[in-house]
C-alpha cells in the first residue's frame, strides 16, 4: 500500500514541563525503559491482593497472568478506600434530566454490600452470569461490582438494544438474572424499558428473575408478579456486609460483546487480576488519574471504555468518576463543557468522533466555559486527523493540555498503544508507541514484519495482562516465542516507534491501483477549512471509484467551491490518483451507538446493496437522506 503518509519530525509537540512534574508517570520514572516483567509488576502493585503474586506470568510457557495471585475486584474498587478516603465523592451522577447524585467511597461501599446479599438471596452464585440492562445510572455501576464481590460475572448490554439483541446475550450466556430498570429519560421523553426486557426475557428457552430499578419519577411502568423491585430488596438487606469471593487473577470477571461495527457480534470475557491490573496501570500512566481528580470518560458504561475507564480503573484508583447518562447535545450544544466547569473535571476521556462532533458544533459553545480545570485530554475508537486533534487541544485544552490518542479495543481490555503524556513527545495524527511492556509490529500478508515507514496490519507480539480468557488460552497453547495477535486496524509505523492508524482492514478503498486506509483520505479531507467529518468508502458499482462524503462545520451543505477545495487539498497531499467519484454532502455521519462511523453502510447505500444488520446504528433517521443525496449524485 503507497500513499499514506505520518506525521513528520517538524509536528511533534512536547508535554509543558508543568505537566511532566506532577505526572505519574515522567522519565525519571525507572518503568520508563524497563523490561516488559517489571512493568506488568509494577502494574500489579497499584492493587490490593490477597495472595500477591509471584511474578507477572509463570516461567514456563502458559500464559496466566498473575497466576498464583488472588484478589476480589470490587474490595480494590471499594474496601481498601474506607480507611483513607471513605468521605471522598467515588461517583458524581447527573441525569439525562438533569438531577445529580453523589455517592461517597463509604455510601457506594454500602449498597454494593446490600445488592451482593439481595443477589445472593435471589440464588446468585460464584461463576453464575448477571445481565445488566441499564442506562448510565448509579445502579448498574452497584450492580457489576456486587457481581464481582461475590465472583458473579457482569453482562451489561446497552440500554438502546433492542430485545432481539438482548434475548442474544441472555441466551448466549445462559444468564438466569436480568437486572433492569422501569424505563429511563433519552432526549427528554421516558422510554419504556421495563416492556423491552420483558419481550426478550420471555424469548429465551431459560428463567430469567427480573429485578427492577425504578428509575421513572413515577409509576407510570406498571410492575408484575414476577419483577422484583430493586430498592425493596436492597432494603431487605439495610447495612448487611457481604464478605468479598476470594478470586484467582485469572478467575473471569465479566462478559462483554464486541461492538459489532462490522458484523456479528462475538463474546469476550476478561479476566480479575490481569485486567484489573492492566486497567489501573494504564489508567495512572496514560489518563495520569489521581486519588484527588475527577476523571470523566465520557461513553456508555455498557462498552468495554465505559467498564475500563469509567468503572474499574477511576475506582481501583480511589479517584471521583462522573457519570453522565444524558446526550451531549441536550439541551444545548454546550452540555459536555457545562459538565466539565460544574464539576471541575480534571481527566476527560472520549471518543474521536465525539470530538470531531465538537469541532462542527463550533468553538463558541466550549468557549463559553471556563475549563481551566483539565490537565488532561483523550481520545479513543476511531483514527484521529490532526486537525481535529489540534482543534480539541487548543479550544479544550486551552493550548498546552496533553493530548493521548489510545488505540486499544474490547479484545486487548485496556490501552496498548499511547503516549506516555508525562514522557514521550505528541504527533497529531499518530496514536504513539506501544506503551513499556508491549510489543507491537506491522506486518504483511504472510506475517512477516515490514519496513518502517510502510502500511500492513498492527499484531500484537507478546502478551499483555488485560488479555481476553481467550488471547490467553489461544498464546498458551502456542509457542509462546511464537504466538502474535492480529488485529484487523491497517497501521504504518514510523523510525519513531509511532503507530498511525488507517482505519480497518474491511474499511481499505482502493482509488486506481492505489489501496488507501479510509483515515488517510478522511484525515486530507478534514483538513479543508468548512469541513467538519468525512468518511470515505468504494462504490464497486460506480466503477470501483470511491465516494466521499462529507459533513461541513454547523451542517450547512456544501457548495461547488468548497467541493473544489477538497479535490485540489486531496490530490496536493495525496498525489493524483487520490480521486474520488463523487463528494456527497450530508449532515450526519452514520454512526454505531459507541460513535464509530459505520462505513459498511454507506458503502452499501453507495451500492445499492442491501443494509445488513444495521441494529448497532444510533442514527437510522439519517439513512433515507443519505440515500437520496446518494442517487443524485
Ligand atoms: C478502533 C474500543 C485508531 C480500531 C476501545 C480498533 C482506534 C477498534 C483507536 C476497537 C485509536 C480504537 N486510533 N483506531 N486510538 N482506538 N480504534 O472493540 O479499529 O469498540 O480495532 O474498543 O476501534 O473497538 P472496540
Known amino acids: 500500500m503507497s500513499g499514506e503518509h505520518t506525521p513528520g519530525r517538524r509536528d511533534t509537540v512536547s508535554p509543558p514541563a508543568s505537566f511532566v512534574e506532577q505526572a505519574n508517570v515522567s522519565p525519571s520514572n525507572s518503568v520508563v525503559d524497563a523490561e516488559s516483567h517489571a512493568v506488568w509488576e509494577r502494574a500489579a502493585e497499584l492493587l490490593t491482593w490477597e495472595t500477591p503474586p509471584d511474578q507477572p506470568l509463570p516461567d514456563d510457557d502458559t500464559v496466566e497472568w498473575y497466576a498464583d495471585g488472588t484478589l476480589n475486584a470490587a474490595a480494590n474498587c471499594l474496601d481498601r478506600h474506607l480507611e483513607t478516603r471513605k468521605n471522598r465523592v467515588a461517583i458524581r451522577w447527573e441525569g439525562a434530566d438533569g438531577d445529580t447524585r453523589l455517592y461517597t467511597y463509604l455510601d457506594l461501599h454500602r449498597e454494593v454490600n446490600e445488592a451482593a446479599a439481595a443477589l445472593r438471596e435471589l440464588g446468585v452464585e460464584t461463576g453464575d452470569v448477571v445481565t445488566c440492562y441499564l442506562p448510565v445510572i448509579p445502579e448498574l455501576v452497584v450492580t457489576m461490582l456486587a457481581c464481582a464481590r461475590i465472583g458473579a460475572l457482569h453482562n451489561v448490554v446497552f440500554a438502546g438494544f433492542s430485545a432481539d439483541e438482548l434475548a442474544t446475550r441472555l441466551d448466549r450466556t445462559e444468564s438466569g438474572y436480568l437486572v433492569t430498570c422501569d424505563g429511563y429519560y433519552r432526549r427528554g421523553s421516558a422510554v419504556n424499558q421495563l416492556t423491552t426486557a420483558d419481550t426478550a426475557r420471555m424469548s429465551v428457552d431459560h428463567d430469567v428473575e427480573p429485578v427492577v430499578v425504578g428509575r421513572l419519577d413515577d409509576d407510570a411502568v406498571y410492575l408484575g408478579e414476577e419483577h422484583r423491585r430493586y430498592e425493596t430488596l436492597l432494603d431487605a438487606h439495610r447495612n448487611e456486609t457481604v464478605e468479598p469471593v476470594s478470586r484467582a487473577a485469572t478467575d473471569p470477571l465479566f462478559v462483554i460483546y464486541t461492538s459489532g461495527t462490522t458484523g456479528e457480534p462475538s463474546r469476550v470475557t476478561h479476566t480479575t487480576g490481569g485486567y484489573l491490573a492492566h486497567v489501573a496501570w494504564t489508567g495512572h500512566s496514560v489518563l495520569d488519574i489521581k486519588p484527588d481528580d475527577t476523571h470523566w470518560c465520557a461513553a456508555d458504561v455498557a462498552w468495554i471504555t465505559g467498564h475500563s475507564y469509567m468503572v474499574y480503573a477511576p475506582l481501583a484508583l480511589g479517584a471521583t468518576t462522573l457519570l453522565y447518562e444524558g446526550a451531549p447535545d441536550q439541551p444545548e450544544k454546550d452540555r459536555m463543557w457545562q459538565l466539565v466547569e460544574r464539576h471541575r473535571v480534571d481527566t476527560f476521556y472520549t471518543a474521536s468522533t465525539a470530538v470531531r462532533a465538537f469541532m462542527k458544533w463550533g468553538e463558541t459553545h466550549p468557549e463559553s466555559h471556563n475549563l481551566s480545570s483539565l490537565r488532561l485530554l483523550g481520545m479513543v475508537g476511531e483514527p484521529i486527523d490532526p486537525r481535529t486533534w489540534n482543534w480539541h487541544r487548543n479550544h479544550v485544552g486551552g493550548g498546552d493540555t496533553p493530548v493521548v490518542d489510545t488505540w486499544w479495543q474490547t479484545e486487548t481490555g485496556g490501552i496498548l498503544v499511547s503516549t506516555l503524556p508525562g514522557v514521550d513527545d505528541m504527533k497529531p495524527g499518530s496514536a504513539g508507541p506501544a506503551l513499556p511492556g508491549v510489543d507491537i509490529a506491522v506486518i504483511d500478508e504472510e506475517g512477516e514484519p515490514v519496513a518502517p515507514g510502510e502500511s500492513g496490519y498492527l499484531a500484537v507480539t507478546s502478551p499483555w495482562p488485560g488479555m481476553s480468557q481467550s488471547l490467553a488460552a489461544e498464546a498458551s497453547g502456542a509457542n509462546a516465542d511464537d504466538w502474535y495477535y492480529v488485529t484487523s486496524d491497517r497501521a504504518v509505523i514510523d523510525e519513531d516507534g509511532y503507530v498511525t492508524f488507517l482505519g480497518r482492514e474491511d474499511d481499505t478503498v482502493t482509488v486506481g491501483n492505489t489501496a488507501f486506509g479510509p483515515a488517510t483520505l478522511e484525515s486530507a479531507i478534514i483538513d479543508v477549512n468548512g ?103
Not at 582 to 601: C, N
Not at 609 to 615: E, K, N, P, R, W
Open 531 to 633: 469541513v467538519a467529518e468525512a468518511a470515505v468508502v468504494e462504490a464497486n458499482e460506480r466503477g470501483g471509484t470511491a465516494l466521499a462524503y462529507v459533513c461541513t462545520k454547523h451542517g450547512k451543505s456544501g457548495d461547488e467551491q468548497l467541493r473544489d477545495r477538497i479535490e485540489h487539498h486531496v490530490s496536493e497531499r495525496l498525489g493524483p490518483t487520490a480521486r474520488f467519484g463523487a463528494i456527497v454532502f450530508i449532515p450526519e455521519l452514520p454512526k454505531t451507538h459507541s460513535g464509530k462511523i459505520m462505513r459498511r453502510l454507506l458503502g452499501a447505500i453507495a451500492d445499492g446493496d442491501s443494509y445488513g444488520d444495521t441494529s448497532a446504528l444510533r442514527n437510522p433517521e439519517t439513512v433515507g437522506e443519505i440515500e437520496t443525496v446518494t442517487r443524485d449524485e
